[in-house]
T-cell receptor, first 114, second 113 residues
Framework: DTEVTQTPKHLVMGMTNKKSLKCEQH?????MYWYKQKAKKPPELMFV???????INESVPSRFSPECPNSSLLNLHLHALQPEDSALYLC?????????????FGQGTRLTVV | RKEVEQDPGPFNVPEGATVAFNCTYS??????FFWYRQDCRKEPKLLMS???SGNEDGRFTAQLNRASQYISLLIRDSKLSDSATYLC??????????????FGKGTKLSVKP
């Protein structure tokens, strides 16, 4: 089972709203990632969690707040977003090995900020 | 210098053509290399990993040249269903227990009848 599940698939939120994106995997992967992808651009890394600890934060604004409650779940809490934050948010997971392995992506949450 | 650079594309080819994608990476300490495929409005999906010895999967052949920091993907006998954006991905490990997957900008391929 190489599946990463993201919910919701689509989200429309106002600039004053608070919402959360959720990601789940049951492949035993101990590295999980959030990426942001704008139209016609490649995915850009936002955060990396390794063994449930935040290991990389690519200078993401504090209006994005990640959380890793356990080894299978990854959340992204959203607050006071701007319209330019509208994008496809992708979650991925991989084994946590120094040599690195391939990552598997969820279908993404298409976020629109109005 | 960008960390992962790819041919800008787009590539428009007829069915049955052979098409090659090239990619260079800047960090010589990079550990792992991959080609992903992304269809319009979908998530990236792993196409194949790339090994130093080169590897083949059906119509797809990937090559890695560590000395030149160069990765390639060859698609033979292209099909309409190969139309997608092909992303070169490099795992730039910075000493932690996991990597940092860096994506190239992608090359769009359109295979025409």
């Amino acid at each position: 089972d190489t599946e990463v599940t993201q919910t919701p698939k689509h989200l429309v939120m106002g600039m004053t709203n608070k919402k959360s994106l959720k990601c789940e995997q049951h492949m035993g992967h101990r590295a999980m990632y959030w990426y942001k992808q704008k139209a016609k651009k490649p995915p850009e890394l936002m955060f990396v969690y390794s063994y449930e600890k935040l290991s990389i934060n690519e200078s993401v604004p504090s209006r994005f707040s990640p959380e890793c409650p356990n080894s299978s779940l990854l959340n992204l809490h959203l607050h006071a977003l701007q319209p330019e934050d509208s994008a496809l948010y992708l979650c991925a997971s991989s084994q946590a090995r120094q040599r690195g392995t391939e990552a598997f992506f969820g279908q993404g949450t298409r976020l629109t900020v109005v | 210098r960008k960390e992962v650079e790819q041919d800008p594309g787009p590539f428009n080819v007829p069915e049955g053509a052979t098409v090659a994608f090239n990619c260079t990476y800047s960090n010589s300490a990079s550990q792992s290399f991959f080609w992903y495929r992304q269809d319009c409005r979908k998530e990236p999906k792993l196409l194949m990993s790339v090994y130093s010895s080169g590897n083949e999967d059906g119509r797809f052949t990937a090559q890695l040249n560590r000395a030149s920091q160069y990765i390639s993907l060859l698609i033979r006998d292209s099909k309409l269903s190969d139309s997608a954006t092909y992303l070169c991905v490099v795992n730039m490990n910075y000493g932690g227990s996991q990597g940092n997957l860096i994506f190239g900008k992608g090359t769009k391929l359109s295979v025409k009848p």
